[in-house]
T-cell receptor, first 110, second 112 residues
Framework: GQQVMQIPQYQHVQEGEDFTTYCNSS?????IQWYKQRPGGHPVFLIQLVKSGEVKKQKRLTFQFGEAKKNSSLHITATQTTDVGTYFC??????????FGKGTRLSVIA | NAGVTQTPKFRVLKTGQSMTLLCAQDMNHEYMYWYRQDPGMGLRLIHY???????AKGEVPDGYNVSRLKKQNFLLGLESAAPSQTSVYFC???????????FGPGTRLLVL
């Protein structure tokens, strides 16, 4: 079945440094979604990408969808303590439910 | 608009006991999902429903049953709890698939 791999598993950064998490699917995706889960909280939707090569920005966050629609990345510029949490990608394909990656846990040292 | 709510928030069970987790959504969503979240394992889909009266197995369905008698409710049952079912359980709903999933606050379950 479809698998979604996400790296790294953990990332510790100094406040102000950049951060990137990568997502790779074993199959071609119809779309990819990104979610953020704060410590002790629940996953919250950030964005959805559907087009090959698509790039979307939300303030300091930049999301990319690969040309082959099998990989994606989330880049945060100049991290802040409010960015702390676990970031999940989730791949959609056909009528099957989204498959979530295992997430990247980001900690920011002030 | 409460979104997605889950009951209870926390529960302790002894091995072999049964319980039902309730998920309710007020967004008139067709799709509902149950996930479990364990450290380092991400979100794993247990069961899901594509509409009232329907259910389907996800990635890790063994030991769980579900029912969707009403569109707004999705119940997850554990007939005979095992320590391996200690986890945080999240319910989610979406209008369509694939579409944005809205998650409930979670139920923390400890099986002794």
């Amino acid at each position: 079945g479809q698998q979604v791999m996400q790296i790294p598993q953990y990332q510790h950064v100094q406040e102000g440094e950049d951060f990137t998490t990568y997502c790779n699917s074993s199959t071609t995706l119809s779309n990819i979604q990104w979610y953020k889960q704060r410590p002790g909280g629940h996953p919250v939707f950030l964005i959805q990408l559907v087009k090959s090569g698509e790039v979307k920005k939300q303030k300091r966050l930049t999301f990319q969808f690969g040309e082959a629609k099998k990989n994606s990345s989330l880049h945060i510029t100049a991290t802040q303590t409010t960015d702390v949490g676990t970031y999940f990608c989730a791949g959609g394909s056909g009528n099957t439910p989204l498959v979530f990656g295992k997430g990247t846990r980001l900690s920011v040292i002030a | 608009n409460a979104g997605v709510t889950q009951t209870p928030k926390f529960r302790v069970l002894k091995t072999g006991q049964s319980m039902t987790l309730l998920c309710a959504q007020d967004m008139n969503h067709e799709y509902m999902y149950w996930y479990r979240q364990d450290p380092g394992m991400g979100l794993r889909l247990i069961h899901y429903s594509v509409g009232e009266g329907t259910t389907a197995k996800g990635e890790v369905p063994d030991g769980y049953n579900v029912s969707r008698l009403k569109k707004q409710n999705f119940l997850l049952g554990l007939e005979s709890a095992a320590p391996s079912q200690t986890s945080v359980y999240f319910c989610a709903s979406s209008r369509d698939n694939p579409d944005t999933q809205y998650f409930g606050p979670g139920t923390r379950l400890l099986v002794l």
